[in-house]
């Protein structure tokens, strides 16, 4: 990946609607070669998909929950089971692998707070192999980028 194909990902972190006319014109490229650089990209995994970010608020989502969760056991079976149960759940929007004293570190979604504890009681709770649960509750978002920095 050379300077010109960062400043087309770039642009298109940005604003994922730009058309391949537009973007060229944005990166200093002819549109030909700016879609084949585009078109490797996809093809080699540097681009993998495109998507519309929706306001989860608007969506009727508002509450961000942070679970950290701990296993009983961290055998290859039970870890599987886990992360196989968390996959199927719609309302995970982020499962992360940690180290330190938890596990894993989920971002949920919900309605509102009974809509989160039926999350937990119908869903989360039912995955065996949990050790424990902890739960925190976003009342705020600082940040959030869409644009990986440059290196």
């Given amino acids: 990946m050379d300077s010109k194909d960062r400043q087309i990902l770039k642009e298109l972190q940005a604003d994922g609607r730009l058309s391949n006319q537009d973007l060229s014109e944005r990166v200093n490229l002819s549109p030909s070669p700016c879609l084949r650089r585009l078109r490797l990209l996809e093809e080699v995994g ?8 929706v306001d989860q608020k608007a969506w009727g989502l508002p509450v961000t929950v942070f679970i950290r969760i701990k296993l009983e056991r961290h055998s290859d079976d039970a870890v599987q089971a886990f992360e196989g149960a968390i996959i199927d759940m719609p309302n995970v929007m ?8 938890s596990d894993y570190l989920l971002r949920v979604i919900a309605a509102d707070l009974d809509d989160y504890e039926q999350f937990v009681r119908r869903e989360l709770q039912r995955v065996p192999g949990i050790a424990s649960i902890d739960t925190s509750f976003a009342y705020g978002q600082v940040k959030h980028a869409q644009v990986l920095p440059d290196t």
Wanted: glycine share 12%.
């Fill in 46 to 53: 540097v681009i993998t998909g495109y998507t519309a970010l």
């Fill in 94 to 101: 982020d499962c992360w692998l940690m180290t330190g004293r």
